[in-house]
């Protein structure tokens, strides 16, 4: 699936490929974002056409070396990084593509992710606030972050309910072990994608593309996930 979100004469309007392709009325200067999730190759390969854009393939973002999640050129800005995934059989981190391009932003998933909804949310109820693809950038990271926050307190409270049980002898040693391997792994891998996201962020504050409005939010973030690296290794502490 394939969303174009333009932004001509302070309206929004979101089309899917086949319907922007169908249409002449909106130049390629006025789009703002697209977002692609579980793209075919045909629909790569338009996107790459229409737009004059290489993307990476899924194979390729998930091998790439870490010291090259983040590259930027005279025409753009590439970032792969880490988006969370909690399932109820699973906890795993997913690559997530980011391209810059002028100011369009151009993302590529392979998963649905509530970061990415809140966006579009946010973008429909007020699209003056997204001038260009890096303030919808900085929202979709501010937004994630937010989240990050969220399941790390979420999984202090459950390393101190299970200190209680513990404590009160109200649990068996199988279920501690069950317990602790669970809450290891999500702290591990909420860690990781934390550590990503704090080389991507460094990365892009000493970029010349983006706006003071820009560097000052990704400034506040970087604090924001220094902090949650510090509870991460809290947590493991603790258990």
């Known amino acids: 699936m394939i969303k174009i979100y333009t932004f001509v004469d302070s309206r929004l309007k979101i089309f899917e490929l086949d319907e922007y392709k ?11 974002w697209i977002d ?3 793209p075919t190759h045909e629909d790569v390969k338009d996107i790459e056409t229409m737009f004059e854009i290489e993307f990476p393939t899924k194979q390729e973002t998930e091998e790439i070396e870490i010291s090259s999640r983040f590259w ?9 990084t880490y988006f969370l995934i909690v399932e109820k059989e699973a906890v795993y981190n997913e690559t997530v593509t980011f391209i810059l391009q002028n100011k369009l932003l151009v993302t590529m998933r392979f998963k649905e992710l509530r970061t990415f909804n809140e966006c579009v949310k ?3 109820a007020s699209p003056s606030v997204f001038k260009d693809g890096y303030y ?18 979420g999984l202090s409270k459950n390393i101190s309910g299970l200190r209680k049980k513990l404590s009160a002898n109200d649990i068996d040693n199988e279920d501690i072990l069950d317990y602790i391997y669970h809450y290891e792994n999500l702290n591990t891998n909420i860690r990781d994608s934390l550590i990503d996201k704090q080389r991507i962020i460094s990365a892009l504050l000493k970029s010349h593309k983006l706006s003071t409005i820009i560097i000052n939010n990704f400034k506040i973030m ?8 510090d509870y991460a290794r809290y947590n493991f502490d603790r258990m």
Request: glycine share 0%.
């Open 72 to 80: 930027e050129t005279d025409k753009d800005i590439t970032v792969n």
């Open 36 to 38: 692609m999730v579980s």
């Open 122 to 124: 946010k973008l429909v």
């Open 22 to 32: 169908a249409q002449n009325s909106i130049s390629i200067q006025d789009v703002l």
């Open 136 to 153: 919808i950038l900085s929202y979709i990271f501010e937004s994630r972050i937010d989240l990050d926050a969220d399941i790390i307190e």
């Open 222 to 229: 970087i604090k924001d996930v220094n902090s949650l690296i």
